[in-house]
Every structure is written in structure tokens, then in C-alpha cells.
């Protein structure tokens, strides 16, 4: 059965302003979501959401009604929540240094980007097994995390991904294989 997976990465927070890891905080408001967004948005079969509050708040801002799906939380940043990309590199460059260039590097204590693309695969692979049309508001470390599994990428890819808040990722499957159509942003 084909299945068309459209995820979308939740609107801008504080911290995505100031360069930092998020805490679970809310979204900036969305006075009118994106028309370009709001198109993609069809009829779906299942409607998926992270548990954190700034995926919850985005998917209620485009008039989704979700169900949550813990395996779409965001990666786990352990001591690094909250923190930003210049505090980190005032504490010691080599443990950002070493987190971007090794994906089983967990230097926060939390989750390395090997676990995180172990935790989300299976994921995935059940929405190609289950077929339908499937939207999910999730993170962006999550979709990019998407894009390595779909491609077969290395892992080391990662970081090679740029996902912006509210970007959409098209993402199809024939019933045997993934296919990345698109990667959609308003900027």
C-alpha cells in the first residue's frame, strides 16, 4: 500500500531564535499559518504529534487534532537543554566538536545521533507497513533523522541537513521502498 509521510517541524520557539537547545517551551505566535504549509496539508488517515509542548502548540496552530507519539520526541540533549551554541563553546569546544562529528558521540549525557536514528526507524518503517496518508508535527533533529533512513545516507550526513522551523518533508513509499520528494520551507 503506498503511503505518504508528511512531516513538519514545529514553528520557531525562543531558543531557535537565540541559537539553543530548546527547553519544552512554547511556540511564537502564528497569527495565519503559511498558505505554501497550510496547502500540504490534505486529508490524512493518522495525525501524529511529539509530546513536547512546541510540537503540541504547532500542530493546535495549524487545526491538527494529534495523537501523540512518544518515538517522535525530540533527540535528547541531556545538560546541553537550554544552553546555547556559544555558552557550549565557552565550556570546551572539543565536546561540541566531538558530538558533530561523531554520531555515536553523546558528550550531554543524552542521546547520540546513532540512537536517536535507531529510535526513529522504527518508526518509519511501520508508517511504510501501514500505508496511508500520515502527517506528523515533530522536531527537526527527528526529520533529519528521517532523511538519513530514507536515503541510506551515513550517518555522519546528519548534520549535513538543515531543517528550519514549520519546514515540511514530503516523504513517499511504494510499499517497498522510501522515496524523498520534497523538503519544503517559506524561506
Known sequence: ???????IAHA??????????PLDEPIELIETP???????LRRAD???????????????????EAETQMLLADINL????GKSFDQMLEEGPEALAAWTSDPASRP???????ELIARIKPWIER?????????AVTHPAVMRAAVVIVLGAPTASFWRIDIA??????????GRRWTLREIAAGD
Open 1 to 7: 500500500m503506498p503511503t505518504r509521510l508528511l512531516m
Open 12 to 21: 520557531p520557539t525562543a531558543a531557535t531564535r537565540r541559537a539553543a537547545f
Open 34 to 40: 503559511p498558505a505554501w504549509l497550510l496547502r500540504r
Open 46 to 64: 493518522h495525525i501524529f504529534v511529539a509530546p513536547e509542548r512546541r510540537t503540541r502548540e504547532t500542530a493546535e496552530s495549524l487545526e491538527l
Open 78 to 81: 541531556g545538560k546541553w537543554k
Open 108 to 114: 550531554h549525557g543524552g542521546e547520540s545521533v546513532d
Open 127 to 135: 508508517q511504510r507497513e501501514e500505508g496511508g496518508a500520515v502527517i
Open 165 to 174: 522551523p514549520l519546514t515540511a518533508l514530503d516523504l513517499r513509499s511504494d
